[in-house]
């Protein structure tokens, strides 16, 4: 039934939770695997990463961010690869979150999106609508949201 399956990450428990369903699907279905974290270059407080803090004051920069969803990416591919995923592939995107989720896998062709329902966000997903919403309402594959 699955091919292609991609699961959002961003360091949150939840997020862990969707790799682990996500691993199994893909182990069950003999599915190709594909781990995206995106980051975007906003003000701390709106950032998908916003729980990254510099060394310093102020908002992290663009390569602390980059950097971060790069070591997300790298231990989700490795816990998906423990949870018996073969075929898996890690990605770490930059932009619009829940659109750039979107949009990487319409252009996967993937059969299904999971993520969590709470990510590392902050207030800002309480007033916006969170990226696990919004990603349900604009994809056209099944989504699996993970608490």
Known sequence: MYKTIVVAVDGS????????????????HSARLLIVSVYRTMRMPESTHSMVRPAG??????????????????????????GGAQDVEGIVLQGQVARSIVDFARDRNADAIV????????VT????????????????CTCIVVK
């Open 13 to 28: 428990a939840h997020s862990e939770k969707g790799v682990d369903i996500a691993a199994d699907y893909a182990k069950s």
């Open 57 to 82: 004051n102020g908002a992290p920069t663009l390569d602390e961010l980059r950097t971060y969803a790069e070591s997300v990416v790298k231990a989700a591919v490795e816990r998906a690869k423990a």
């Open 115 to 122: 993520l969590g329902s709470r990510g590392l966000g902050d």
């Open 125 to 140: 997903g309480f007033l916006l609508g969170s990226t696990s919403h919004k990603v349900t309402s604009l994809a056209e």
